[in-house]
């Protein structure tokens, strides 16, 4: 099971920290992903759980960190930099395998967590 917060409204330029607990079946990688109003389920990043190896889609690259606490078993993502493009409902995704950006590929998922970038 996957619990996401972190969520809530920030201005333009401003900050957010989202975190996802983890429980149950164990996992190789765990990502974030999004979906704004209106449109598909985009791919923001992901990290193997091992390693820390990290990828990001290159809208967020510089802005968006993603890390986890091995011990408390927690994916966290670091957003700064935020613009009113990054609004949207942001998901935690797990699953069993290599670093993928393919929401098919996922089979864990968190309840969402809604982040909204306004003036």
């Known amino acids: 099971q996957l619990a996401a917060s972190g969520g809530g409204m920030v201005q333009p330029g401003g900050s957010l920290r989202l975190s996802c607990s983890a429980s149950?079946?164990?996992?190789?990688?765990m990502a974030w992903f999004r979906q704004a109003p209106g449109k598909g389920r985009e791919f923001v990043a992901s990290i193997n759980w091992r390693s820390g190896s990290a990828n990001y889609i290159a809208s967020v690259k510089g802005r968006f960190t993603i890390s986890r606490d091995n011990a408390k078993n927690t994916l966290y993502l670091q957003m700064s930099q935020m613009k009113t493009d990054d609004t949207g409902v942001y998901y935690c995704a797990a699953r069993r395998g290599l670093i993928s950006t393919d929401m098919a590929d996922y089979d864990s998922w968190g309840q969402g967590t809604q982040v909204t970038v306004s003036s």
């Open positions: 149950g079946d164990t996992h190789d990688t």
